[in-house]
Protein backbone atom coordinates (compact mmCIF):
# COMPACT_ATOMS: atom_id res chain seq x y z
CA UNK A 1 0.00 0.00 0.00
CA UNK A 2 2.80 2.17 0.55
CA UNK A 3 4.66 2.03 -2.77
CA UNK A 4 0.84 2.44 -4.52
CA UNK A 5 1.53 6.56 -4.98
CA UNK A 6 4.81 6.31 -6.23
CA UNK A 7 3.40 3.18 -8.79
CA UNK A 8 0.83 5.26 -9.67
CA UNK A 9 3.08 8.24 -10.12
CA UNK A 10 4.98 6.34 -12.70
CA UNK A 11 2.53 4.87 -14.62
CA UNK A 12 1.04 7.96 -15.18
CA UNK A 13 4.02 9.69 -16.34
CA UNK A 14 4.43 6.46 -19.25
CA UNK A 15 1.01 7.63 -20.05
CA UNK A 16 1.63 10.78 -20.26
CA UNK A 17 5.33 11.35 -21.96
CA UNK A 18 4.19 11.64 -25.44
CA UNK A 19 1.82 13.68 -24.99
CA UNK A 20 3.96 15.52 -23.00
CA UNK A 21 6.92 15.44 -25.64
CA UNK A 22 4.33 16.64 -28.59
CA UNK A 23 2.43 19.31 -26.63
CA UNK A 24 5.53 20.89 -24.95
CA UNK A 25 7.56 20.52 -28.41
CA UNK A 26 5.01 22.49 -30.36
CA UNK A 27 4.29 25.00 -27.86
CA UNK A 28 7.98 25.34 -27.57
CA UNK A 29 8.08 25.44 -31.61
CA UNK A 30 5.53 27.87 -31.59
CA UNK A 31 7.28 30.67 -29.03
CA UNK A 32 10.72 30.28 -31.06
CA UNK A 33 8.72 30.91 -34.30
CA UNK A 34 6.63 34.03 -32.66
CA UNK A 35 10.22 35.14 -31.02
CA UNK A 36 12.13 35.13 -34.23
CA UNK A 37 9.55 36.91 -35.84
CA UNK A 38 9.81 39.50 -33.43
CA UNK A 39 13.43 39.93 -34.24
CA UNK A 40 12.84 40.13 -37.64
CA UNK A 41 10.00 42.93 -37.30
CA UNK A 42 12.48 44.81 -35.24
CA UNK A 43 10.23 44.82 -32.37
CA UNK A 44 10.29 43.37 -28.98
CA UNK A 45 9.38 39.91 -28.47
CA UNK A 46 6.87 41.10 -25.50
CA UNK A 47 4.86 43.42 -28.27
CA UNK A 48 4.13 39.65 -29.05
CA UNK A 49 2.98 37.84 -25.97
CA UNK A 50 1.85 40.90 -23.56
CA UNK A 51 -2.16 41.48 -23.45
CA UNK A 52 -2.99 43.77 -26.23
CA UNK A 53 -4.64 46.09 -22.99
CA UNK A 54 -1.24 46.66 -21.96
CA UNK A 55 0.15 47.29 -25.08
CA UNK A 56 -2.76 50.26 -25.65
CA UNK A 57 -2.96 50.91 -22.22
CA UNK A 58 -6.52 50.29 -22.79
CA UNK A 59 -9.07 49.80 -19.46
CA UNK A 60 -9.94 46.19 -18.46
CA UNK A 61 -13.75 46.66 -20.12
CA UNK A 62 -12.70 47.57 -23.44
CA UNK A 63 -14.09 45.75 -25.98
CA UNK A 64 -16.02 43.42 -24.03
CA UNK A 65 -18.78 42.21 -25.62
CA UNK A 66 -15.91 41.52 -28.41
CA UNK A 67 -14.09 39.39 -25.80
CA UNK A 68 -17.04 37.55 -24.53
CA UNK A 69 -18.35 36.71 -28.08
CA UNK A 70 -14.55 35.10 -28.30
CA UNK A 71 -15.37 32.87 -25.46
CA UNK A 72 -18.74 32.14 -27.10
CA UNK A 73 -17.00 30.69 -30.12
CA UNK A 74 -14.62 28.91 -28.68
CA UNK A 75 -17.40 27.33 -26.36
CA UNK A 76 -19.27 26.28 -29.19
CA UNK A 77 -16.62 25.05 -31.15
CA UNK A 78 -15.51 22.68 -28.11
CA UNK A 79 -19.20 21.42 -27.86
CA UNK A 80 -18.40 20.09 -31.26
CA UNK A 81 -15.50 18.75 -31.05
CA UNK A 82 -15.53 17.45 -27.65
CA UNK A 83 -18.73 15.54 -28.48
CA UNK A 84 -17.32 13.36 -31.35
CA UNK A 85 -15.15 12.19 -29.48
CA UNK A 86 -16.93 11.04 -26.40
CA UNK A 87 -19.86 9.96 -29.43
CA UNK A 88 -19.70 5.88 -28.68
CA UNK A 89 -23.10 5.23 -30.08
CA UNK A 90 -22.16 4.17 -33.75
CA UNK A 91 -25.28 4.84 -34.90
CA UNK A 92 -25.17 8.16 -34.31
CA UNK A 93 -21.29 8.69 -34.85
CA UNK A 94 -22.13 7.67 -37.82
CA UNK A 95 -25.16 10.23 -39.18
CA UNK A 96 -23.34 13.05 -37.25
CA UNK A 97 -19.61 12.95 -37.21
CA UNK A 98 -19.32 14.89 -40.32
CA UNK A 99 -21.51 17.38 -39.30
CA UNK A 100 -19.96 18.23 -36.14
CA UNK A 101 -16.30 18.09 -37.06
CA UNK A 102 -17.36 20.30 -39.94
CA UNK A 103 -19.84 22.96 -38.01
CA UNK A 104 -16.79 22.55 -34.98
CA UNK A 105 -14.12 23.84 -37.86
CA UNK A 106 -16.31 26.97 -39.72
CA UNK A 107 -17.15 27.99 -35.52
CA UNK A 108 -13.12 27.84 -35.47
CA UNK A 109 -12.78 29.53 -38.32
CA UNK A 110 -14.63 32.24 -37.14
CA UNK A 111 -13.35 32.10 -33.64
CA UNK A 112 -9.72 32.82 -35.48
CA UNK A 113 -11.47 35.69 -37.76
CA UNK A 114 -13.09 37.63 -34.78
CA UNK A 115 -9.90 37.35 -32.75
CA UNK A 116 -7.44 38.41 -35.15
CA UNK A 117 -9.92 40.73 -36.78
CA UNK A 118 -8.93 38.84 -40.10
CA UNK A 119 -11.80 40.58 -42.62
CA UNK A 120 -10.88 44.13 -41.54
CA UNK A 121 -6.98 43.90 -41.06
CA UNK A 122 -5.70 40.72 -42.32
CA UNK A 123 -7.06 40.16 -45.42
CA UNK A 124 -7.42 43.68 -46.81
CA UNK A 125 -3.84 45.21 -45.62
CA UNK A 126 -1.71 41.94 -45.64
CA UNK A 127 -3.14 39.76 -48.57
CA UNK A 128 -5.40 42.92 -50.11
CA UNK A 129 -8.49 40.87 -50.49
CA UNK A 130 -11.65 43.47 -50.01
CA UNK A 131 -13.61 43.06 -47.28
CA UNK A 132 -16.77 42.63 -49.19
CA UNK A 133 -14.72 39.94 -51.35
CA UNK A 134 -14.31 37.88 -47.54
CA UNK A 135 -17.90 38.09 -46.88
CA UNK A 136 -18.75 36.97 -50.19
CA UNK A 137 -16.43 33.79 -49.21
CA UNK A 138 -18.07 33.13 -45.56
CA UNK A 139 -21.57 33.27 -47.39
CA UNK A 140 -20.58 31.17 -50.21
CA UNK A 141 -19.12 28.44 -47.15
CA UNK A 142 -22.34 28.75 -45.24
CA UNK A 143 -24.35 28.20 -48.21
CA UNK A 144 -22.32 24.88 -49.40
CA UNK A 145 -22.72 23.89 -45.19
CA UNK A 146 -26.31 24.30 -45.04
CA UNK A 147 -26.88 22.30 -48.38
CA UNK A 148 -24.47 19.40 -47.73
CA UNK A 149 -25.94 18.62 -44.17
CA UNK A 150 -28.96 19.90 -44.69
CA UNK A 151 -30.62 16.33 -43.54
CA UNK A 152 -28.55 16.41 -40.38
CA UNK A 153 -29.75 20.12 -39.41
CA UNK A 154 -33.56 19.23 -40.43
CA UNK A 155 -33.30 16.46 -37.63
CA UNK A 156 -32.13 19.59 -34.98
CA UNK A 157 -33.55 22.60 -33.77
CA UNK A 158 -32.97 24.19 -36.72
CA UNK A 159 -35.09 27.44 -35.80
CA UNK A 160 -32.42 28.73 -33.56
CA UNK A 161 -29.54 27.92 -36.09
CA UNK A 162 -31.74 30.37 -38.69
CA UNK A 163 -31.75 32.74 -35.94
CA UNK A 164 -28.13 33.02 -35.44
CA UNK A 165 -27.34 32.91 -39.46
CA UNK A 166 -30.11 35.90 -39.34
CA UNK A 167 -28.41 38.50 -36.84
CA UNK A 168 -25.11 37.41 -38.28
CA UNK A 169 -26.27 38.27 -41.58
CA UNK A 170 -28.01 41.17 -40.51
CA UNK A 171 -24.52 42.51 -38.64
CA UNK A 172 -22.60 41.76 -41.90
CA UNK A 173 -25.20 44.02 -44.30
CA UNK A 174 -24.69 46.52 -41.59
CA UNK A 175 -21.09 46.61 -42.40
CA UNK A 176 -21.37 46.20 -45.88
CA UNK A 177 -23.52 49.30 -46.67
CA UNK A 178 -22.32 51.24 -43.62
CA UNK A 179 -25.66 51.58 -42.65
CA UNK A 180 -24.23 52.74 -39.36
CA UNK A 181 -20.69 53.18 -39.67
CA UNK A 182 -18.53 51.36 -36.81
CA UNK A 183 -17.63 54.02 -34.12
CA UNK A 184 -20.84 55.79 -34.08
CA UNK A 185 -22.87 53.22 -33.49
CA UNK A 186 -22.76 49.52 -31.82
CA UNK A 187 -25.51 47.94 -33.67
CA UNK A 188 -23.41 45.50 -35.86
CA UNK A 189 -21.78 44.33 -32.83
CA UNK A 190 -24.94 43.59 -30.89
CA UNK A 191 -26.42 42.17 -33.67
CA UNK A 192 -23.09 39.99 -34.31
CA UNK A 193 -23.68 39.30 -30.04
CA UNK A 194 -26.92 37.47 -30.88
CA UNK A 195 -25.88 36.14 -33.51
CA UNK A 196 -22.92 34.09 -31.60
CA UNK A 197 -24.89 33.17 -28.66
CA UNK A 198 -27.79 31.65 -30.94
CA UNK A 199 -25.06 29.68 -32.21
CA UNK A 200 -23.79 28.25 -28.80
CA UNK A 201 -27.29 28.00 -27.56
CA UNK A 202 -27.90 25.59 -30.85
CA UNK A 203 -25.24 23.59 -30.92
CA UNK A 204 -24.92 23.09 -27.15
CA UNK A 205 -28.56 21.66 -27.61
CA UNK A 206 -28.34 19.90 -30.55
CA UNK A 207 -25.15 17.91 -29.06
CA UNK A 208 -26.96 17.29 -25.68
CA UNK A 209 -29.78 15.97 -27.70
CA UNK A 210 -27.48 13.59 -29.97
CA UNK A 211 -26.09 12.07 -26.66
CA UNK A 212 -29.27 11.27 -25.36
CA UNK A 213 -31.04 10.40 -28.65
CA UNK A 214 -33.92 12.97 -29.01
CA UNK A 215 -33.06 14.03 -32.46
CA UNK A 216 -35.85 13.67 -34.92
Not at 26 to 44: D, E, F, H, N, Q
Not at 115 to 123: E, G, K, P
Not at 158 to 164: F, G, R, S, T
Request: hydrophobic share 50%; aromatic share 16%.
Amino acid sequence: MKNRPAKNWYRQFKLLLPTILIVYSLTLAGIVGISLYAISTGRRVWYFTVDPFIIGNLPFYAGILSNLGILFWSASATVCFFSVTILRNEELLNRYKGFLVISGLITSLLLIDGLFQMHRIFYPDVLHIPTFMVYCVYGLLGLGYLLFFRKQILETEYLMLALALGFLGLAVLIDILSIAPRGNTALSDFLKFFGIVSWFIYFTRTCRKIFTGQVD
